[in-house]
């Protein structure tokens, strides 16, 4: 089924215990249609790059069925870019520039051919250009996840809200999920959450994993332990790509096939930190990534018999 | 099959943002038989407490079937007493008082009907007392674990790395096992740690988790998501109790019923945490354990079918 992916496309500088990558790809919305590109090929892109983006890799992200006739290239401008450097744990790290450039002023326009999408992933960027989005949706999607950050909850918090109630998954991490619903606990989080809009709450932890809550159904994915993580940017969104391609490849919405959702999410995930920027995530086969739902499997399946 | 654990029994003050509890039972001997008289009758303890001890309380430990011959009583003694404050977050606490009292010259002391022991869990002590136990016996235990902290790296690093050559699982926490490993990533972390004697390695991850390695093979556990954690003392000891019972019980060491012992520690720590205190761990039955169980396998289990 068709799949549009919302958010930025971009440039980052990343230093991580491991070395650093200067001006590399980045971006939410390339990291989440790269992944969820080896789940389906009806897959459509919207964003916004500076002309300072090389026609080499959009070449690329064509070549694996990406539309991006929903890609605006200012002349003239400049492509998003993002500075960080990872501590030593790898869950931490500091923003050391941000320079928004082309998105200061981005307005998303959905060409017609993208207005029958049936998934649609919004990536984190600010609430009203989310919302923007879905407005231009004449049918609204048989699913839409959200990814949003604290930035948001911090500045844009009202307009944030407006768009949790369109949405039907959300996907955050634990202490976003903390402050949105003002709950310590989890559990209680997500009960709040989902009387904020979304049907489904994915709390993603970083090396901690994933939980998947659906009413009172909970699934839980770890991260695969690794011995080198290189770099984690992009991760979350992987996992997202990953998750929602799965979704939409099998259009099946329920939570058995969610949690092999979450798994394949989690798999795409333990690629993309294997190598810096999007590299890890070129040129893998089927076999390469179903042998990882198989390493999954043997970590955290088990057996048991017992008289209830 | 028998099972001996050695630790401390004690008091402890404890303070949660969901209230306090003032000189309640603690102490890592408690917990860890406790937890293991779910699983096997062929319980022995080794610990010593002073004469300030309740009867009632080793009365009942004594209707759990655990034999306290082993434990000392010393007249005019005072037992260890630990008072601690959790923060928010539940995973730190700050110590704010540590009263070693009898446990300052506690030697253990086997009686004969402990020699044959077939599983040992050395719950956290001086590696020098860990030490003077497995001195005592006669014939290797079929399986001794052994559980430490940070303390010990720090002020009896040596002793430590004597007695790891002689056991088999080494449980700690994931800080505990890079500071003891210099490896940042748990997957190298686990494998140095192998070289230093254990050939099994279960770390602890509070909120997080349990990861169980053995050779390349890794198993991982989640906490169960509950609603609300009222006192996280003690679940440490109690995963551990629940473990190596599980282990004596069936005396299969596969990693397939290792796995499951890993799964019945969690489930025992998810009921410790509900309660100050050893408070829940008391009169459960096997059906509410095997709930447990079985929400664990809803919580991580999935099913797929994939070509290789």
Redesign the interface.
């Known amino acids: 089924m068709s799949l549009l992916a919302v958010g930025t496309v971009a440039f980052d500088d990343i230093e991580t215990?491991y070395g650093r990558a200067e001006r590399v790809i980045g971006g939410a919305a390339t990291y989440i249609t790269l992944a969820a590109s080896y789940f389906t090929d009806d897959l459509k892109i919207v964003s916004v790059i500076g002309d300072d983006f090389p026609q080499t890799e959009l070449d690329y992200m064509q070549s694996r069925g990406i539309d991006l006739s929903g890609l605006q290239v200012k002349n003239g401008g400049k492509s998003f870019f993002w500075a960080g450097r990872y501590h030593?744990?790898?869950n931490d790290r500091d923003t050391l520039d941000t320079q928004l450039n082309v998105l200061t002023t981005f307005d998303p326009v959905l060409p017609e051919s993208y207005k029958n999408t049936e998934y649609l992933m919004l990536g984190n960027l600010t609430p009203a250009v989310q919302m923007r989005v879905l407005e231009q949706l004449p049918v609204r999607p048989k699913l839409v996840a959200l990814d949003t950050m604290n930035f948001w909850m911090n500045v844009a918090l009202e307009e944030l809200l407006e768009v949790l109630k369109k949405i039907d998954i959300l996907t955050i991490n634990d202490e976003e999920a903390r402050q949105l619903s003002g709950e310590?606990?989890?559990?209680?989080a997500a009960r709040k959450i989902f009387e904020m809009g979304p049907k489904y709450l994915v709390i993603k932890?970083g090396e901690?994993?994933a939980?998947l809550f659906s009413g009172d159904?909970?699934?839980?994915?770890?991260a695969l332990?690794?011995?080198?993580?290189v770099d984690p940017t992009g991760a979350g969104d992987t996992f997202a790509g990953g998750f929602i391609g799965y979704l939409a490849s099998t259009g099946d919405l329920s939570f058995?096939n969610m949690?092999?959702a979450v798994?394949y999410g989690s798999a795409m995930a333990s690629f993309c930190v294997e190598k810096f920027s999007i590299e890890r995530l070129k040129g893998l086969s089927k076999?390469d990534i179903?042998?990882r739902?198989?390493q999954f499997?043997?970590?955290?399946?088990?057996?048991?018999e017992?008289?209830?």
Chains 1, 2 share one sequence.
């Not at 310590?184 to 209680?188: A, D, R």
């Not at 159904?217 to 770890?222: I, N, S």
């Not at 499997?297 to 048991?304: G, I, P, S």
Request: charged share 30%; hydrophobic share 45%.
């Open positions: 215990p030593k744990n790898m310590h606990s989890l559990v209680k932890k901690h994993g939980l159904d909970v699934f839980f994915a770890p332990p690794l011995a080198e993580v058995d949690k092999r798994i076999e179903n042998k739902v198989a499997a043997r970590l955290v399946n088990f057996d048991y017992i008289e209830l």
